[in-house]
């Protein structure tokens, strides 16, 4: 069993940057691959970015990429979310997840993740 706990959210001014962080149990963590998704209100869950076990592979939506940075540290394990120049539309609950299972490429869809945290806060102001 995998437990995900999420840190880091709050309210930050568009413009401004936030670094979330996602704690991992389990004494396999470096083997699991990593992402970071969100979900508006009404809206649906996204991707937002991933990382793999050796954290050598990144991948990014098209609507953060350049402005996020997904990072991880396998000896704490910890994986992270910078993000910078937030806009009012980054405001979501960010969840981190955890891909257990060996992969080809890095998966961008939450059916593919194996377990999730319960989320954190990240709310733009304009």
């Known amino acids: 069993q995998v437990q995900l706990v999420e840190s880091g959210g709050g309210l930050v001014q568009a413009g401004g940057s936030l670094r979330l962080s996602c704690a991992a149990s389990g004494h396999t963590y470096s083997s699991y691959h990593m992402g970071w998704f969100r979900q508006a209100p009404g809206k649906e869950r996204e991707f937002v970015a991933s990382i793999m076990r050796s954290g050598a592979n990144t991948y990014y939506a098209d609507s953060v990429k350049g402005r996020f940075t997904i990072s991880r540290d396998n000896a704490k394990n910890m994986v992270y979310l910078q993000m910078n120049s937030l806009k009012v539309e980054d405001t979501a609950v960010y969840y981190c997840?955890?891909?257990?299972?060996?992969?080809?490429?890095?998966?961008?869809?939450?059916?593919?993740?194996?377990?999730w945290g319960q989320g954190t806060q990240v709310t733009v102001s304009s």
């Open positions: 997840a955890a891909r257990t299972r060996p992969i080809i490429v890095l998966p961008t869809t939450g059916a593919a993740y194996d377990y």
